[in-house]
């Protein structure tokens, strides 16, 4: 059997600190070996520069260029796919098919089916309002997904 | 009743990756973690919901309206692409952290061809509006219930000691055979 330590490395990351801001430590993740053949290895950069960056709270004091390992804590990180994804959809959902319960029949000649598809629309966007004040709260609160957890190689000497 | 046989006919009978084999490529891709997987799950179901009702629309109201369904397909795609790209916008804009932690997965769906092959079905189906947003809410919880089963799995193999001509990729795809072959017993239910 393998051991713990190493079942908990394989579920962490590695990645290079590329700048310092404030308490916060900009980091670069390692590309995998997997990466090399994906069709959509382009599309998957959120900032759109190529490289999978992120912004992490700097609790170890790491440099800039300090190798570093992070570990992703997976009880934040369900909670924030819940509340991103599942709120909006359980919005549309609930938009679409109450008003299929209580709108029968057209309006001024508008169709039922686009009466309900605007309504789940409008409250995604209101789902979108509670995402936006719930995120800003819990950044208050320094709620984060990802962490630094040691540094690998250090620059200092 | 009708809502709920569709329900389960989509996530579990005919469910679109052990069954139908739609969108294998993120089932072995982002299925090594739990994490990853109930938000890759949970992003393409949201995704597929809404797919689902803009392709009834599109296909009721523009296609068949102006007889041009031979170009199904390339709507659907066309649509499908924009419609992750303003989710990805919309997430962006409501929450930065959020997109820097999840927005990875949503590019991701563009290339899915579950999503391409849920429009393509529920057109074929004849389902009407309502039942088509559960159709396609019902085929995301299905890739959901399978990516997570997968991910279970792969967790466990971690700590096993798979003989070495097995580790990594083959032993993965037996794994996603087995569980194919558990969930053929559910076909004939309904």
Redesign the interface.
Known sequence: MKNSDQYFKNDCETATVVDLQENWAVVELDEKGACHNCGAKMLCRPNGSGKRILRISNTINANIGDQVLIEQIGANQLKLTLIQYGLPLIGFLAGVLLTGRFIKDSILGVPVEIIQMFCGILVVILSGFGIYFWSKRKAKRGFYVFRLREILNSTRK | MNLILIFISAAIINNYVLVSFLGICPFI?VSK???SA??MG??T??VM??TA??A??LN??ILVGLHLEFLQIVSFILVIASLVQLVEM??K???R????????FL??I??NCAILGLALFLVMKQYN??ES?VFG?ASGVGFTLALVIMAGIREEL????VPQPFRGAPITLIVAGCLALAFMGFSGLI
């Open positions: 891709g973690k739990l994490g109930v938000s949970m992003a179901t949201f919901t809404i009702a803009v009834w629309l009721k109201y919309f997430i804009k409501v929450s952290p959020l997109y820097d932690t999840l927005g990875i590019p991701l563009t290339t509006f309502t947003i809410f971690e700590l096993a000691e």
